[in-house]
Structures are given as structure tokens and as C-alpha cells.
């Protein structure tokens, strides 16, 4: 996160060139190849940025700057005027994209910004994923998000770890590699992108043909809500329906009895 309490950030270096970036964050149908299940754009100032995490998750943001393969910012002024700034920077053959959400009141709650800083973090690792290991392939996502639990979100988080093979004991970083089997059978050998612990799991799984997961604990007061999320890539997406059947079946099971 930021030093400013009321912005969050994040930054990564891309093996792609700025114009390459920049379509993955202007264009909806290179949007949904990493980030969102769907999204639409009308360039320009004065369009809009509509996206959907399906489930009634769906929102419309006006664009405020738009400044090819340099700037551009999103920014809603209703309620508040949260805005997500994209400051893209070629660099030595390489591109650093660094994102600063911003226009968090001064009672922003701590929960949900950890949230947003962990989140962001793991989708623009999913971006750096795309764009060097799939660059114009398409993108299956099989998902769960489990009904709300009263319960802690590290409680949560530590069930989740369990059910997918990690030991909920152990003490995980960024660049850790992994290799786990989950309750239902399925291995995963990867390297670990994002932790943030009680909320965030994210990486990328090597011997899935580099796709994506992403275990989440959604924030609640008093509650939360576990999610995992796991990006298919090429011919691996016919896999997706089964594979979503297992992820419905680990997590609910993770929380049977509650």
C-alpha cells in the first residue's frame, strides 16, 4: 500500500513493449484475457470502462484521461471521487506499469483497502502472466465464491490454504515456489506472485500451462467471503467446467457445517 492512507498502489515490470500494455488496459476484449469476466470500453475522454465479475458484480466508470501507452484514469465521482490512475513507462526494452487508486475518504475501513492492495497487486501479476506467456490466446476462468461465513478472515484464509495442499502454518512470501495437491487431487507447482496473509494468495501454475490462481477472502464486518479464482489459457479452457465443479466442491467443503 501507499504511505498515503487514503491511496493504494501497486507497480510491476512487464516484458512487453507500452503499446502492448497499454491495448491490454484500453481494449475489453484484452481486458477479459486478464482481469475482469467481461468488459467493454469506449475510448477516449468522456467514454466509459464497463466491466462485470458476473454475479450482479458488474459497474461503468467514465474515463478521464486518456493518453496512449502513457496515462489513463478512470475516476467515478459519486459518491466520492475514487479514481484508478494507469501510468505506463517504457523502459530498457521493458514496461513499468504502476496503478494508484485513490480518493479514499479518511475513514476509509482498513479491511477493504488491504483488500484492494492485494487484489490489485495479483491482477497485475495475471496481466504480466498474459502478456508473456499468452499474448492473443483466449482466457477460460473457472470460479467459486463461496456464500458468506461468519468467521475471521486468517480463520478463512487458513481453511482455504488446507483445502488447496498449502499448510495454513507456514510462513509463504512473494517468489516462494509451490508445489501442493488439493483435497480433490488436483496438483499445483507454481510460483507464489502475491501474499497477503488472511486475505491474498495469487501465482502463477506452472505445470497448468502457466495459468492463474488466485484465493481471495472477500471483506465483511464480522464476516467475509472465501473465492478462488483460476485463469485458463489456449486449449486448456475445455477444462474449465470440471475443474470449476472441483473448485465448488473443495470450498464448500473447506466450510461444511458452518
Not at 475522454?45 to 502513457?70: A, D, H, N
Not at 475518504?105 to 501479476?125: K, P
Not at 517468489?175 to 486475505?199: E, N, S, W
Request: with cysteine; glycine share 10%; net charge negative.
Amino acid at each position: 500500500m501507499s504511505d498515503k492512507p487514503n491511496e493504494v498502489t501497486a507497480e510491476i515490470t512487464i516484458n512487453a513493449d507500452a503499446d502492448t500494455v497499454w491495448r491490454a488496459l484500453a481494449e475489453g476484449e484484452q481486458i477479459k484475457q486478464w482481469f475482469t469476466l467481461d468488459a467493454r470500453v469506449t475510448p477516449g475522454p468522456g467514454g466509459s470502462v464497463w466491466m462485470s465479475f458476473g454475479e450482479g458484480m458488474e459497474w461503468e466508470t467514465p474515463i478521464e484521461i486518456w493518453e496512449p501507452g502513457r496515462h489513463m484514469r478512470t475516476a467515478d465521482p459519486a459518491p466520492v471521487n475514487l479514481a484508478v490512475d494507469y501510468f505506463i513507462e517504457a523502459r530498457g526494452g521493458e514496461t513499468v506499469l504502476r496503478l494508484v487508486h485513490s480518493g479514499f475518504g479518511a475513514d476509509a475501513w482498513e479491511d477493504e483497502l488491504e483488500t484492494l492492495d492485494g487484489g490489485w497487486r495479483a491482477f497485475l501479476a495475471a496481466l504480466k502472466n498474459y502478456l508473456e506467456h499468452h499474448r492473443g490466446e483466449s482466457r477460460t476462468v473457472a470460479y467459486f465464491r463461496h456464500p458468506v461465513v461468519v468467521l475471521p478472515r486468517p480463520d478463512a484464509f487458513a481453511r482455504v490454504l488446507n483445502a488447496f495442499g498449502f499448510d495454513p502454518r507456514a510462513v509463504l512470501h512473494s517468489g516462494d515456489p509451490y508445489d501442493v495437491t488439493t483435497k480433490l487431487g488436483d496438483r499445483l507447482q507454481g510460483t507464489i506472485d502475491v501474499v497477503k496473509h488472511g486475505v491474498n494468495l495469487s501465482g502463477r501454475v506452472e505445470n497448468w500451462d502457466n495459468g492463474f490462481l488466485m484465493i481471495e477472502i472477500e471483506p465483511g464486518r464480522g464476516q467475509c467471503r472465501p473465492s478462488a479464482w483460476f485463469s485458463l489459457y489456449g486449449a486448456n479452457g475445455s477444462k474449465a467446467p470440471a475443474l470449476q465443479a472441483r473448485l465448488t466442491e473443495l470450498l464448500t467443503g473447506a466450510f461444511a457445517g458452518m
